[in-house]
């Protein structure tokens, strides 16, 4: 199969009705503010999903109750207030694949779990475009010097180098896996049978990952617009190859370059 069929495949319409497609946008639009919002919009936004998850639910609109019970379980999580985003992210993805497995009419394994197929153009592609990221990290970073003591006490504790940098591979390929399954999987297989085509599609999970990141690595308004930009490289990798796996390879070794530069740079500074 050729990379065009590859994605054709992989953005190729399901039918829903209007009213479900303009519940998904407006969800949509919901988990696009919600990070932009004092803590209240988390409130707000878990009573959203969770009250349009038992709509969604009643009326069997798959895509709306996919996006509702993922996204509701990870607001409602947050609000607990874990140590960890990684750790939300995934006992979210957890409760989310039990509820999928279990209810036949959801669809079972989502699509968007597979492997794909890692052409050299799309291997190259990915590569490039995880030098631009790591280039773009550090010019934000050394040119803005932002505070991120948060980041270092959540994540670089006072232990050796070693034990740091095993710790950041290991926190690498779990928040690449995490955040890869919530915004190119769960959020855009949701979406993108409400809007015609999947350029749309691709911008708004490329929009919620970038607001997402508003207290994240990169931050602020400059930060939202790089993740923004990053989400639609790893959206566009996703669909290229048809699965999972070169878009969370590539958000790994990005993953890796934040740990390196909060490790050997902020950490010294």
């Avoid at 948060?150 to 926190?171: E, H, K, M, Q, T």
């Avoid at 928040?175 to 297989?189: D, H, K, P, S």
Wanted: aromatic share 10%.
């Amino acid at each position: 199969m050729e990379a065009s069929e590859v994605m054709q495949a992989a953005t190729a319409p399901r039918g829903v009705s209007h009213a479900e497609s303009a519940l998904v946008r407006a969800l949509a639009g919901t988990l696009i503010v919600i990070p932009l919002l004092p803590r209240i919009g988390i409130w707000l936004g878990a009573a959203a999903m969770l009250g349009t998850l038992g709509f969604a639910w009643h009326r069997r609109m798959r895509a709306a109750t996919h996006l509702s019970l993922y996204f509701g379980l990870f607001l409602a999580l947050a609000l607990l207030r874990l140590p960890l985003s990684q750790l939300t992210f995934g006992l979210a993805l957890l409760g989310y694949g039990c509820v999928v497995h279990q209810v036949g009419w959801l669809g079972g394994v989502p699509s968007w779990i597979g492997r794909g197929k890692l052409r050299a153009v799309d291997v190259w592609t990915a590569v490039g475009f995880t030098v631009v990221a790591g280039v773009c990290l550090w010019v934000w970073y050394v040119t803005l010097r932002p505070n991120l003591d948060d980041l270092l006490a959540a994540f670089v504790p006072d232990v050796s180098l070693g034990v740091l940098l095993a710790g950041a591979v290991v926190c690498a390929c779990i928040n690449a896996a995490v955040e890869e399954a919530a915004y190119r999987g769960v959020l855009y297989e949701s979406v993108q049978p409400a809007f015609p085509g999947w350029q749309l599609a691709l911008y708004v999970q490329a929009a919620a990952f970038g607001t997402m990141h508003i207290q994240g690595f990169p931050r602020g308004t400059v930060g939202v617009i790089l993740a923004t930009i990053y989400g639609l490289m790893m959206g566009w990798l996703r669909l290229r190859s048809g699965g999972f796996l070169l878009p969370w390879l590539a958000h790994t070794v990005t993953d890796l370059v934040i740990a390196l530069i909060l490790i050997l740079l902020v950490r010294q500074a």
